[in-house]
Every structure is written in structure tokens, then in C-alpha cells.
Nanobody, 119 residues
Framework: QVQLEESGGGLVQPGGSLRLSCAAS????????MGWYRQAPGKQRELVAA???????NYADSVKGRFTISRDNAKNMVYLQMNSLKPEDTAVYYC?????????????WGQGTQVTVSS
């Protein structure tokens, strides 16, 4: 079994910054993909940033130049540095990963962390 746990959300003023963290734990053999999605009220969940174990990162156009995804493969963690936050960034942010265990490979989601950008 694999668990993903996010932290770092909160309330921030427009123009501010937050850093989200996601820790993967459990019977992990390899984490092939880690990323961040978000879901605002009344909207579909959307990709924010994705980072394979090797290769190029991918960002939503709306966050390019403001958000940065990074990974610490040794610690099974992924981070999302969010700068110049806007009210439209308000959403629940979810960590998402494809993990290979000793027996299978599956996609997993965290429980989500709320980010609210408001003055």
C-alpha cells in the first residue's frame, strides 16, 4: 500500500508565495511520475505541474513562470513552489504519483491541501 500526504497549504495574499510538499510512503519500489493537480470549486481537476523520474517537467500555461515543481527521489518527495499567487490559483491541490511496488504499478492521489489566495 502507498500513501501520499500533502502539506503546506494555507491562506496567502495575492502576490505571495507558498511551498507545497508531498511525501510518499509505503511499499515503494520506484516512483515513476509525480505531479500536482488542483481543483477549484465547480471546476474539473486540472494538471498544474508534472515531473517524471527523468525527463522534462510539464506545466499548465496558467502557472508557467510562477510555479516550480521539484523532486527529491531519495526522500520520495515532490514539492511545488508557488510564487506570485493570484486569486484564481485558489483550489485544493492534490499530489499524484505513479508508484511501482513489489507486486504492481498504480496511480495514487493524496487527500489534498487547500490553497486560498485572498486579500
Amino acid at each position: 500500500q502507498v500513501q501520499l500526504e500533502e502539506s503546506g497549504g494555507g491562506l496567502v495574499q495575492p502576490g505571495g508565495s507558498l511551498r507545497l510538499s508531498c511525501a510518499a510512503s509505503g511499499s515503494i519500489r520506484t516512483i515513476n511520475f509525480m505531479g500536482w493537480y488542483r481543483q477549484a470549486p465547480g471546476k474539473q481537476r486540472e494538471l498544474v505541474a508534472a515531473m517524471p523520474k527523468t525527463g522534462n517537467t510539464n506545466y499548465a500555461d496558467s502557472v508557467k513562470g510562477r510555479f516550480t515543481i521539484s523532486r527529491d527521489n531519495a526522500k520520495n518527495m515532490v514539492y511545488l513552489q508557488m510564487n506570485s499567487l493570484k486569486p484564481e490559483d485558489t483550489a485544493v491541490y492534490y499530489c499524484h504519483a505513479h508508484v511501482t511496488t513489489m507486486t504492481s504499478g498504480d496511480f495514487y492521489w493524496g487527500q489534498g491541501t487547500q490553497v486560498t489566495v485572498s486579500s
